[in-house]
């Protein structure tokens, strides 16, 4: 770990033979991207997942994503890998360059890794600082972070059950 990331886990309780699932988020817009993650982790226990399972990093932004999933995936220790952030225009440079770099670097990880990478990872076109643009985001990634849950979990257990055929 360095200095830009930081590690939770929820609990140590987890049996030590089973895999777990890793849960990166950039910390730019961390008060809208931070709603994925806690609907992430309310969907994850809702599903019958235990949250003793999940590890939580933190990168500084999403362009980091891809590496730090990559390390991961390549520890053999996670089931699933979830990313979430926001890449919004902000004029430096263009967002549709960054994100076409993440989403294409996440799929590489799981297409080279054979670990599912799941992504939360919004791309809108416009976004203002305005208070309805960063309320409907905030919202929006409530729901976004119920939905790659779900797709987690089902995936997970799907490639679980492939492995007893």
Not at 34 to 46: P, V
Request: proline share 2%; hydrophobic share 45%.
């Amino acid at each position: 770990m360095n200095a830009f990331e930081t590690k939770h886990s929820l609990s140590t309780n987890a049996n030590e033979g089973e895999r777990r699932i890793a849960f990166v988020q950039a910390c730019w817009h961390r008060d809208i991207v931070d709603q994925c993650k806690i609907a992430f982790l309310e969907t994850m226990h809702s599903q019958d997942y235990t949250l003793e399972h999940v590890d939580l990093y933190e990168v500084p932004g999403v362009f980091e994503i891809p590496l730090h999933a990559k390390l991961l995936a390549q520890s053999g220790k996670y089931a699933g890998i979830v990313a979430a952030g926001l890449i919004v225009n902000g004029g430096i440079y263009r967002h549709d360059f960054v994100s076409t770099a993440v989403i294409n670097g996440l799929m590489q990880v799981q297409l080279e890794t054979g670990t599912p990478v799941f992504t939360a990872v919004l791309t809108p076109h416009n976004f203002h600082s305005s208070e309805e643009h960063i309320t409907f985001f905030r919202e929006h990634f409530v729901v976004k972070g119920a939905e790659v849950a779900k797709a987690c979990v089902e995936t997970v257990r799907k490639i679980a059950s492939l492995a007893t055929v």
